[in-house]
DNA sequence: TATGAATGAGTGTTCATTCAT
DNA sequence: AATGAATGAACACTCATTCAT
């Protein structure tokens, strides 16, 4: 005689999900078709596709197919920042330069990790990314860390934010140039530039 | 023999313009549409209802929609360079120095000036900003212009088409700061500070 | 062996209502909700969340979502009805030209008070409401007392189902026409216009 | 060899026609197809299916699918006016009893006729039909009618908008009841009904 | 009684582009 | 150079309804 469970279907796969599972489900769907075919050329049908469920439970989860995106982009954002932060958090409180030093590393890593993926969140959404750039927990996260730095005597910059800011540009063009015409030079060799920059804009070197 | 003349009706106002003062007029109100409502929201439509021609006579002188767009980016590009130019060329040609801060000056004036056609014709492109970023002749012309300087012993830039990625970038990042979050700073404090971290950056003081 | 009241928490508060109070509920949300953006532009989700439930339990209570309209109709006229009968049945039996004055008077007046939720049921309402004025209670009512009074002596109807009909018809334009273009006209005016005009029809008068 | 003309070919049916002529073809065919499966259950798809041309071509006509309705309503309105008008024109000018017999013979006759058309393009129609029956120039020309006749002492009539009102509802109630119950009587029966009830109601008899 | 995740058929509408004149 | 009627592929989104708990 079979155990009682048995009785059971042993293999009813639930077909309702949590809903956060199955949000997560559609965000990996779409990330994915995004970075194949661009999100204006992705269709919602091809979502729901490769998420193996049927259109009504995309529009169950997501307002619009622009909401997906967003969301996406709250995920990106967040990841990336974890990072930054705990390659940060991995130095010594006051070692103001090499806080600087890592952020900077983990963020050219990060990027040229990422950059498809960026790309996605940061170009192919409307409200122009300039507002975005401006208030996200990433670029907070270095112009407080340029701010405390001045304050605590570590630089000097007497506008931190707006330095964040050229610094951030600085960094970003420097690793775009590098993706657009890889030199022979290593990731290494060009975090090592992009630090270097960044301490002479801070007056931290003067060779 | 009737007269020539008197076959056509000699008040005949002329239907048709030359090519190219249409095609201008055509740019001008996709311009104008774009700026208003962005590129994906307008219409063909809209675009000749504006310019007051037929459907038929855009794609006359356009071969698609987005022929457009790059024309329009093409003419504010030439502008924007000849801009940086005529700034630069005022300067004594062993001044580089000086030809650095009239190139940033007339960058910052110019782009505050302009950002939101810059970004219509940047933004809305596809084939990905980054490399049109790399390859126009307005970052070319800051890469010269580094590269030549440090040829001539001015500054220290091992790596030219690096540094004027990066200077550009923080340019760029100022300049967007200051559009997001408008300071109480005048036009003339942010330049400076632009000049500032491009001198430090650059080697060439040390504040 | 433990109280039988002791089993069940005394204090729940019964998640589940009698089922003819929550069907109350939910007729009364979607009546609101019809007669504020009609019937097509209401969905089903938006009358469950204004009843405070949860999609399958409207589904639970109601066929379908025309069941729903179908149940508000039959409230109108049922409750439309009752208004009818009773204004008549203050009338002495034999007083028919009191009663149908006492039927013309409640019609008018319950007419103009509710039409938004007369138009609501009748019109949104398919099987083409032809046939649903033919035979409702109100109607039939009407061509009941055309049919006792000539029976009685009291007027002339040859065709008394097609007198209740014009009769009907006649009221409704005038109410019809009072509500698209108000006039000075007061509602007793209104009512003794519409009487005149049935005594007249029936040739119970010669001004 | 072959006649100049044959050398273009003969048959070419313009793919363009006039504006107008698709612009009514494309109202047939929604027409007929409205009245066999209502509104609602016709597709675009099929309107233009069945008129032969590309779905954008129906929307280079018309605004959008309830364009078409309102469209077919106005030209319902106008045909059914018109009949109104020459068998009304066909009286003389002072036989006012004669006047109002014709319209009402008309109008039953071409009620009768057209009802499908009619219920079209009253009932499908939103913004609520009564306003719609309030101003169109069908009432208006029973309106005129009524209070032309009032002028001139044919009958009496206090408000001749009202009565209007209440004969062209009598009128309508009358039809819609032979439509849904027929009886044995015949059109001509029916209309003669009308005109008594009427005559009555604008004290033309006493009967 | 009640829940809420899942379904999927159905459709109006947009719009870049073509082409005969 | 210019017209404007015609095309037709493409898609996001809605929503009534079901059903396993």
Known sequence: MPPATAAAPATTRPRTKPAVVRREELMDAAQALFLDKGFDATSVDEIVAQAGVAKGTFYFHFKTKDDVL??????????????????????????????????????????????????????????????????????????????????????????????????????????????????????????AEVLRFCRMALGLACS
Chains 1, 2, 3, 4 share one sequence.
């Open 70 to 191: 967003r969301a996406l982009r709250e995920r990106f954002v967040v990841k990336f920042h974890e990072r930054l932060e705990s390659a940060v958090a991995a130095c010594a409180p006051d070692d103001w330069s090499g806080r600087l030093e890592a952020w900077m590393e983990a963020a050219v890593d990060g990027y040229l990790d990422q950059f498809a993926l960026h790309d996605l969140v940061f170009h192919e959404f409307r409200p122009s990314s300039r507002r975005m750039q401006h208030d996200n927990p990433i670029t907070r996260h270095l112009a407080t860390l340029i701010a405390d730095g001045a304050q605590n005597g570590a630089w000097t910059a007497p506008y931190p934010r707006l330095m964040a800011a050229m610094l951030f540009g600085g960094f970003h063009g420097a690793v775009d140039e590098e993706i657009v015409a890889p030199s022979k030079t290593t990731r290494q060799r060009l975090t």
